[in-house]
């Protein structure tokens, strides 16, 4: 399939073309808030998207997440609070540049850094897509569930402070996914005698709890305090001041690359995500940089290295997803509903299905990185301002109205909105008992693709699970899972006993 035919049919079609400059406005406008995510807007208005074409609800979603991503350096920039965890390392050196009257040359710096990155991990997907569907064609079950697994090991162990409350909620996910009928014996499972549960629990109606209400919850101890601006020139500044030159940011470009190939390859990685990507990259651009003492204290630099890594993760994350099912971050578990949905099977077969869908939805994202990108060089500082003036006394009660309304839209049902409300105090605890919302919901889409996977091969051999040992590949990819939990649990020592001992130093 060739990319500039895809890119010459959403080109064609002046109803896509605004869906997606629609899409890369909401996203920079929710990531720009703090507070809010990406995630949380996909999930309240996925069921808006279940009435329109395939492609157009794919690629709205898909771009919203992009710029969602970027969106959330404009609050981290302007308001010392970061739009979302990853833009947590863009704050270290956007936020000493605004206090010095240059917001918006920071601005400028994280959306060429950002576009950059994102361009660079949608081509690298591009490239290796098609290569990978064909060996994943010849996985059979064993080497499926034994991928599941690693995936359920990889989310629980690394997204998170600690590895065993991480697990716990990937194991959550896993057991209320299996509420329902048995897809084999029919038998009920956690029903509880309660009819509407015989469906399962609505993926949708759980994301916008676990996300949309769980945040509103979490906010309103703050429900009377507007949006503060902490800069103390705001944005009204010298516009000589912030013309971003040439000379300027060329020192930047080695950054954006090297950040660009970590995010890739971060994003690839099942359950790593944005934050993991900005700081693994802001940490080697500081090491490598000839003035690493200016980190820190506004270094374009060290808004262009997470930037870059930031973004550059959101193609490479679609690899995984499109080709075994598996969704690396949770706009991707989201994605898959709106895939089923439409009729969709994801997997190795759809590049033998629908094969135009795809690359018509990657082109889609290449225009949606042009869109925000233009919106957020010209548009960034005046976007700022509107979000500044927003109190969270009307924002959050319309949160929770659009909330209402869209789990209820999805099914037509009240009792998803009881799951919804139930959901949210649920994804509220969470929170604040420092479990993993995220590992819980991503887990809870892969319940259902590794059950099938681990049923399916014990049928192929009366060796029981030993099957998963009998074929090599199943067995390395169980290597790789303990790997990964021995890797991360060195890795917490290590950290715990360094904490320990600079106490130690200070006292």
């Not at 794919?58 to 992009?66: H, M, N, Q, R, T």
């Not at 790789?480 to 130690?504: C, H, N, P, Y």
Request: net charge positive.
């Amino acid at each position: 399939m060739d990319i500039f035919h895809s890119l010459a049919t959403v080109l064609s079609s002046p109803a896509l073309l605004a869906w997606i400059v629609a899409a890369a406005m909401i996203g920079m406008t929710v990531g720009a808030i703090p507070g809010l995510t990406a995630s949380a807007a996909i999930a309240m208005l996925s069921p808006m998207t279940f009435y329109m074409d395939p492609l157009s609800a794919l690629a709205f979603l898909y771009v919203i997440g992009k710029s969602g991503r970027y969106g959330g350096s404009v609050a981290a920039i302007l308001f010392n609070t970061p739009g979302t965890a990853a833009s947590a390392a863009t704050q270290i050196d956007g936020y000493p540049l605004a206090q010095k009257g240059m917001a918006s040359k920071a601005m400028k710096v994280a959306t060429v850094s950002s576009v950059i990155g994102d361009f660079t991990g949608d081509l690298l997907l591009l490239l290796a897509v098609g290569w990978l569907a064909a060996i994943a064609l010849k996985l059979g079950p064993p080497e499926l569930f034994s991928v599941y697994f690693v995936a359920f090991i990889v989310i629980g162990s690394v997204i998170g402070k600690s590895i065993v409350k991480g697990l716990i909620s990937a194991l959550l996910g896993v057991l209320v996914r299996m509420i329902g009928l048995d897809p084999i014996t029919l038998d009920n499972r956690f029903t509880f005698g309660m009819f509407e549960l015989n469906g399962g629990v609505s993926l949708i109606s759980l994301m916008i709890g676990i996300f949309v209400l769980g945040e509103v919850f979490a906010q309103l101890s703050n429900v009377n305090r507007p949006i503060q601006n902490n800069s103390p020139s705001g944005l009204n500044e010298n516009r000589a001041l912030n013309r971003l030159t040439w000379q300027e940011y060329k020192p930047c470009f080695p950054h954006v690359f090297r950040s660009s190939a970590i995010g890739a390859t971060i994003g690839a990685l099942p359950g790593l995500g944005s934050a993991v990507a900005a700081f693994v990259a802001y940490s080697e651009g500081k090491r490598r940089a000839k003035n690493p003492d200016e980190w820190g204290k506004g270094a374009l630099e060290g808004i262009a290295a997470p930037e870059a890594a930031n973004n550059a993760v959101s193609g490479p994350s679609m690899a995984p997803l499109l080709i075994l099912g598996i969704p690396g971050t949770t706009i991707g578990a989201i994605l898959i509903s709106v895939f089923l949905v439409h009729g969709i099977q994801i997997g190795p077969t759809l590049f033998l299905t629908s094969i135009e869908l795809v690359y018509n939805l990657f082109a889609a994202g290449l225009i949606g990185i042009v869109c925000y990108g233009l919106i957020g060089f010209f548009g960034a500082a005046r976007l700022g301002q509107i979000v500044q003036k927003i109190p969270t006394r009307i924002l959050y009660p319309l949160i929770f109205l659009t909330a209402f309304v869209s789990a209820y839209a999805a099914n037509g049902s009240l009792f998803d909105v009881w799951v919804m409300l139930i959901a949210g105090v649920f994804g509220w605890l969470m929170r604040k008992l420092d479990f993993n919302p995220a590992a819980f919901i991503i887990s809870f889409v892969l319940a259902g693709g590794a059950e099938e996977a681990f049923r399916q091969s014990l049928r192929l051999s009366d060796a029981g699970v030993f099957i998963f040992i009998e074929r090599p590949i199943s067995a390395l990819f169980l290597l790789v899972g303990a790997m990964v939990v021995i890797v991360r649990v060195r890795t917490m020592r290590r950290d715990a006993t360094s904490l320990k001992s600079d106490r130690l130093s200070d006292a």
